[in-house]
């Protein structure tokens, strides 16, 4: 049964069509508000190799001269280069200002093929039919339509609302799950932000099948929210602003891994890791991120945030369009279904988010054979962060190997050690490696804990002594005995030098996961505490 609903602006108002199966009857649905003959259809490969065709053919029916236009898919697509030839096409339909064009395909057709309509000839009228999840429940409504520049997402764009959206449920049966998912994300949002009884709603939902069976009814609901919030802020001013919960953090991520991961998909892992940070600031009220958690489990999206560069989130946030003025403004939650707005410098953003982000140094100290380097090595790919091996540093600057050093005087190594200290103190955002004799000075670790966290990885003597060859460590040539004499004596200082400790006695990814983890809840704690004052 067909749902409809009407977003009525001051200037504007356009109707929204719910029903399955419709794809068929919408030639006759554009003659009901269009009334020339020439259309142009802007969709994308995926779409138009599944739907195309019947497409054309219902507007055929209805008497319709129809043009398609078929861009890649996937976000390259929304740039000037892209929308340059589209121009082009139009020109040489020779489609007018009092012709039409219909945006067929997800958001990126919808976003491309709504701002070529916007500035083509100053304005044509268009219909979006938006085949994704995404795009059925938000960026069809709105009028928000945009390309993307080398910086960031939707940097080029306008507000033009289309002459009618037209939706069709059934489209969603031939879409990958990812992309379910990837419109769940914001279906989550909508009822974080607005319907505590609509979040409860989809709880219940145990599988694909409900969900399929619900579908109608969750489209409905989602857009009939977007109608309230954008109808009272229609240029995204004010109020509007809470529809971006999650998109702060959302947006880095999603351009930190060069779109690893769908819009939906990053927005859901932002609303939980933003909400988990507003509760430690005691924003919002407590159990809040883990019931988005559980959501996001119930539908089997991730919620953990991934192991990226810092910067990358925080230079996206420079053109947020949030960022106004010096001021961000960053979406929070009150509770499940009530959301606040919090303005803050744009220079506190990482005060305020940082605690959830790998920022500093790691630097890792132990016996030799504690695995700091194998470990460092593990972290630093799942961080995308550079490893400084300070053994190999110190070689690869002094133009000789350790052995050399060593059989002249152990001190000239020492004294290398201690310089070379004082110098990757002044790096930022690596994992170093430390050799296991740092702590004999402790001014080495005075050079190294500026910009670091020191982690000691207590890996137990009899593992040590199983697992090292000491032929090749100079120090060690004396064999285990010394080794032994070794540990008895740094033991204590490894933990008194140390920020925070963590035994390596497992497998190498799942320790380095345990080491990111506790350096995380460390900078968040750290964080937290400047906060508050």
Same mark, same amino acid.
């Given at each position: 049964?067909?749902?409809?609903?009407?977003?009525?602006?001051?200037? @504007?108002?356009?109707? #929204?069509?719910?029903?399955?199966?419709?794809?068929?009857?919408?030639?006759?649905?554009?003659?009901?508000?269009?009334?020339?003959?020439?259309?142009?259809?802007?969709?994308?490969?995926?779409?138009?190799?599944?739907?195309?065709?019947?497409?054309?053919?219902?507007?055929?029916?209805?008497?319709?001269?129809?043009?398609?236009?078929?861009?890649?898919?996937?976000?390259?697509?929304?740039?000037?280069?892209?929308?340059?030839?589209?121009?082009?096409?139009?020109?040489?339909?020779?489609?007018?200002?009092?012709?039409?064009?219909?945006?067929?395909?997800?958001?990126?057709?919808?976003?491309?093929?709504?701002?070529?309509?916007?500035?083509?000839?100053?304005?044509?009228?268009?219909?979006?039919?938006?085949?994704?999840?995404?795009?059925?429940?938000?960026?069809?409504?709105?009028?928000?339509?945009?390309?993307?520049?080398?910086?960031?997402?939707?940097?080029?764009?306008?507000?033009?609302?289309?002459?009618?959206?037209?939706?069709?449920?059934?489209?969603?049966?031939?879409?990958?799950?990812?992309?379910?998912?990837?419109?769940?994300?914001?279906?989550?949002?909508?009822?974080?932000?607005?319907?505590?009884?609509?979040?409860?709603?989809?709880?219940?939902?145990?599988?694909?099948?409900?969900?399929?069976?619900?579908?109608?009814?969750?489209?409905?609901?989602?857009?009939?929210?977007?109608?309230?919030?954008?109808?009272?802020?229609?240029?995204?001013?004010?109020?509007?602003?809470?529809?971006?919960?999650?998109?702060?953090?959302?947006?880095?991520?999603?351009?930190?891994?060069?779109?690893?991961?769908?819009?939906?998909?990053?927005?859901?892992?932002?609303?939980?890791?933003?909400?988990?940070?507003?509760?430690?600031?005691?924003?919002?009220?407590?159990?809040?991120?883990?019931?988005?958690?559980?959501?996001?489990?119930?539908?089997?999206?991730?919620?953990?945030?991934?192991?990226?560069?810092?910067?990358?989130?925080?230079?996206?946030?420079?053109?947020?369009?949030?960022?106004?003025?010096?001021?961000?403004?960053?979406?929070?939650? @009150?509770?499940?279904?009530?959301?606040?707005?919090?303005?803050?410098?744009?220079?506190?953003?990482?005060?305020?988010?940082?605690?959830?982000?790998?920022?500093?140094?790691?630097?890792?100290?132990?016996?030799?054979?504690?695995?700091?380097?194998?470990?460092?090595?593990?972290?630093?790919?799942?961080?995308?962060?550079?490893?400084?091996?300070?053994?190999?540093?110190?070689?690869?600057?002094? @133009?000789?190997?350790?052995?050399?050093?060593?059989?002249?005087?152990?001190?000239?190594?020492?004294?290398?050690?201690?310089?070379?200290?004082?110098?990757?103190?002044?790096?930022?955002?690596?994992?170093?490696?430390?050799?296991?004799?740092?702590?004999?000075? @402790?001014?080495?670790?005075?050079?190294?804990?500026?910009?670091?966290?020191?982690?000691? =990885?207590?890996?137990?003597?009899?593992?040590? =002594?199983?697992?090292?060859?000491?032929?090749?460590?100079?120090?060690?040539?004396?064999?285990?005995?010394?080794?032994?004499?070794?540990?008895?004596?740094?033991?204590?200082?490894?933990?008194?030098?140390?920020?925070?400790?963590?035994?390596?006695?497992?497998?190498?990814?799942?320790?380095?996961?345990?080491?990111?983890? #506790?350096?995380?809840?460390?900078?968040?704690?750290?964080?937290?505490?400047?906060?508050?004052?």
């Amino acid at each position: 049964m067909m749902k409809t609903l009407t977003v009525e602006f001051k200037t @504007k108002k356009y109707d #929204v069509i719910i029903e399955k199966d419709f794809i068929e009857k919408i030639g006759n649905e554009v003659a009901k508000i269009y009334k020339n003959t020439k259309i142009s259809v802007i969709t994308d490969e995926n779409v138009f190799d599944i739907y195309g065709e019947k497409l054309k053919t219902s507007l055929l029916k209805s008497g319709f001269d129809v043009d398609i236009i078929v861009v890649k898919p996937g976000e390259d697509s929304k740039s000037f280069t892209v929308l340059e030839s589209i121009y082009k096409k139009l020109l040489s339909f020779n489609l007018t200002r009092g012709d039409m064009i219909i945006a067929f395909g997800g958001g990126v057709v919808g976003d491309l093929g709504g701002f070529a309509a916007s500035t083509y000839l100053r304005g044509v009228d268009y219909i979006h039919v938006p085949t994704t999840l995404l795009a059925q429940i938000d960026s069809s409504i709105g009028g928000k339509v945009g390309i993307n520049l080398d910086e960031g997402k939707n940097l080029a764009g306008s507000f033009y609302h289309p002459k009618k959206v037209i939706i069709d449920p059934n489209f969603l049966n031939t879409l990958d799950d990812k992309y379910i998912k990837d419109g769940l994300g914001e279906v989550i949002k909508y009822s974080c932000i607005y319907d505590e009884n609509f979040f409860n709603q989809l709880l219940e939902i145990k599988n694909k099948n409900q969900l399929f069976e619900n579908m109608e009814d969750i489209i409905y609901t989602c857009c009939s929210i977007k109608k309230e919030i954008v109808e009272k802020d229609e240029r995204d001013r004010g109020s509007r602003m809470v529809l971006n919960f999650g998109h702060t953090f959302g947006h880095g991520i999603e351009r930190s891994t060069n779109y690893k991961y769908t819009h939906g998909e990053a927005v859901a892992i932002g609303m939980y890791n933003i909400t988990k940070r507003s509760e430690e600031l005691e924003l919002t009220e407590p159990g809040t991120s883990e019931k988005i958690k559980a959501i996001l489990n119930n539908f089997n999206i991730e919620h953990k945030l991934p192991n990226i560069v810092v910067e990358g989130i925080l230079s996206s946030m420079k053109y947020d369009k949030k960022n106004i003025s010096g001021f961000i403004n960053l979406i929070l939650l @009150k509770k499940i279904g009530e959301v606040t707005i919090k303005k803050i410098k744009s220079e506190e953003v990482y005060s305020f988010l940082g605690g959830n982000l790998v920022k500093k140094n790691i630097v890792l100290i132990g016996m030799p054979g504690c695995g700091k380097t194998t470990l460092g090595g593990e972290i630093s790919r799942k961080l995308n962060k550079n490893l400084i091996d300070m053994d190999i540093y110190i070689e690869e600057n002094e @133009k000789r190997t350790i052995k050399e050093m060593f059989a002249e005087n152990e001190n000239i190594f020492r004294d290398a050690e201690t310089k070379y200290s004082e110098k990757l103190s002044k790096k930022y955002s690596h994992i170093i490696a430390t050799g296991g004799g740092i702590v004999k000075r @402790k001014e080495n670790i005075s050079h190294l804990r500026n910009n670091s966290v020191i982690v000691f =990885l207590n890996r137990p003597l009899e593992n040590i =002594l199983s697992d090292i060859d000491t032929e090749t460590r100079p120090l060690l040539a004396e064999g285990k005995e010394l080794l032994k004499k070794l540990y008895n004596e740094r033991i204590n200082l490894y933990k008194e030098y140390c920020d925070l400790e963590v035994k390596n006695i497992g497998d190498i990814p799942d320790v380095a996961d345990e080491i990111i983890e #506790v350096v995380l809840d460390h900078e968040r704690e750290l964080s937290r505490s400047q906060m508050m004052a």
